[in-house]
């Protein structure tokens, strides 16, 4: 049921997708650090010690940040940027020889991968429903543990051969790389706040092709096509009707000059019930 759950929801995939990555191609860099301070910066136990507190410390930050937010709008963008810049002080990291830089540079490491845990935590326990909520977050915990201590022996593995520099500098643009592929991730959008008058739970929006269509293959894609996914809070939970609901909206769109193909679809079955598809 979970992975039922996950896979017909629009913007889990992507969540669990990104968390992924980052647990299989970035954070094997935890493993690394002892070696690395030892053999790239030629320091000794305290070394190591100086690269763990700098890593603790932007963790900590980014706990704080994330506690200090008071809703879960805009916790999408965060999960994106904080991957991106997981990659990208993976590779600093890689690129220095320093003690004083490497700490330095540890910080917004550990700083970003707590964020991006943390928010892909929040976003799935926000979105799935109370009766499957431990099977999803099982599957959040699959993606991280059961695949970082498989990536972190690869990944000591490879330092011997290549050096534990060009291993950092891989991961990190391996996360980049798979992440900018990771399906839904850079696309959807989430309100936790109720919409429209507490009908609307997630509103999904991508541009390039349409958002979770069965027949996504045969439209192609382009920079001319684009499509939303709304999703409505349970038929028993409202008093509006979802046909009532697609009048009222239909009535408040305004197309663009040159729209060739508008449509306006209600999906008869899914969980969480019915949901609308707009492209």
């Known amino acids: 049921e979970g992975i039922s759950a996950v ?10 997708g990104a968390l992924a990555v980052a647990a299989g191609a970035g954070m094997p860099y935890s493993v690394l650090l002892p070696s690395f301070a030892s053999r790239v910066l030629e320091g000794g136990p305290d070394t190591f010690s100086y690269l763990q507190i700098a890593v603790a410390l932007g963790a900590l930050g980014g706990a704080v940040a994330l506690a200090a937010r008071s809703r879960v709008l805009g916790l999408e963008r965060w999960v994106v940027g904080a991957g991106v810049s997981f990659g990208f002080w993976l590779v600093a990291v890689s690129l220095t020889q320093s003690t004083l830089v490497a700490v330095a540079l540890l910080v917004p490491t550990g700083f970003s991968f707590m964020i ?6 929040t976003l799935l326990q926000t979105l799935t429903p109370d ?3 431990g099977r999803v977050m099982s599957l959040h915990t699959s993606a991280f543990l059961g695949i970082f201590p498989l990536a972190g022996l690869i990944a000591g593995a490879l330092a011997d051969r290549f050096g534990e520099a060009a291993v950092l500098s891989g991961g990190g643009i ?3 790389a798979l992440l900018a592929k990771t399906p839904g991730v850079l696309t959807f959008s989430i309100n936790q706040k109720l919409l429209a008058g507490g009908l609307v739970v997630i509103s999904v929006t991508q541009l390039g092709k349409p958002v979770g269509r069965a027949d996504s293959l045969f439209l192609g894609g382009g920079d001319h ?3 939303m996914r709304v999703e409505l809070v349970p038929a028993d939970s409202r008093s509006v009707r979802t046909v009532e609901f697609l009048e009222a909206w239909r009535g408040e769109i305004h197309l663009m000059a040159g729209t060739e193909n508008f449509t306006v679809i209600e999906q008869q079955s899914g969980p ?3 949901e609308i598809d707009l492209r």
Do not use: C
């Not at 991006?116 to 935590?121: D, E, G, I």
């Open 7 to 16: 896979r017909a929801h629009p913007a889990m995939p992507g969540l669990l």
């Open 131 to 133: 009766r499957l909520r």
């Open 116 to 121: 991006q845990m943390a928010t892909t935590n």
């Open 174 to 176: 391996a996360v980049d």
């Open 225 to 227: 096509i684009a499509g």
């Open 272 to 274: 969480p019930g019915r």
